[in-house]
């Protein structure tokens, strides 16, 4: 396991231990003497949902072994699980453009074509954040800069990159 990919799990570690406390702050308080407890939230509470490593998939990857849908199956989830919250947060880390980090040169358009639809398809689902993967820089920083400057999503990371599209 490379250093980017333990920075990330410890990332994601750590917002996960963070929310748990947090969740558990709010447990178990009274209310004062004399003031009656507020009636219980009708709706459910924040939903948190992530991506990992999506490797520029638009669609199922022709596995045989459970093949589970492709980004369109991902959106009709996310809506259907989103259903009665009071918000949702779509967060994603890894490889979000490109699955390997060198591409073949006979594929490079396609492969750049597929990551501008993933960006359009990111915002409709309203990415908040991602920390970048290893991949995303495989067309170097003029091109990372570009999808990066398309998605509405935050980028997160600490030093990583290439020159100018370094995500700080």
């Known amino acids: 396991m490379g250093a980017p990919r333990k920075t990330l799990w410890g990332l994601l570690g750590l917002s996960l231990a963070a929310v ?6 709010c447990k178990g308080r009274s209310p004062a003497p004399g003031v009656s407890p507020e009636a219980p939230a009708s709706r459910a509470p924040i939903r948190l949902f992530y991506v990992t490593d999506l ?4 669609e199922p990857c022709g596995c045989t072994a459970r093949p589970l849908g492709g980004i ?3 959106a009709q989830e996310l809506q259907r699980a989103s259903q009665g919250a009071a918000g949702t947060l779509v967060l994603a880390a890894g490889d979000l453009f490109f699955e390997h980090p060198r591409l073949e040169d006979d594929m490079v358009w396609q492969e750049r074509q597929k990551a501008t639809s993933l960006t359009g398809i990111l915002n409709g689902l309203s990415l908040a954040a991602w920390v970048p ?21 935050e980028a997160l990371g600490a030093n990583a990159g290439l020159g100018n599209a370094a995500v700080r």
């Open 20 to 25: 748990c406390a947090l969740g558990a702050s």
């Open 55 to 58: 490797d520029g998939y638009l």
């Open 72 to 74: 369109d199956r991902l």
């Open 133 to 153: 993967g290893p991949a995303d820089y495989a067309q170097g920083p003029q091109e990372f800069s570009r999808l990066r400057g398309a998605l509405r999503a």
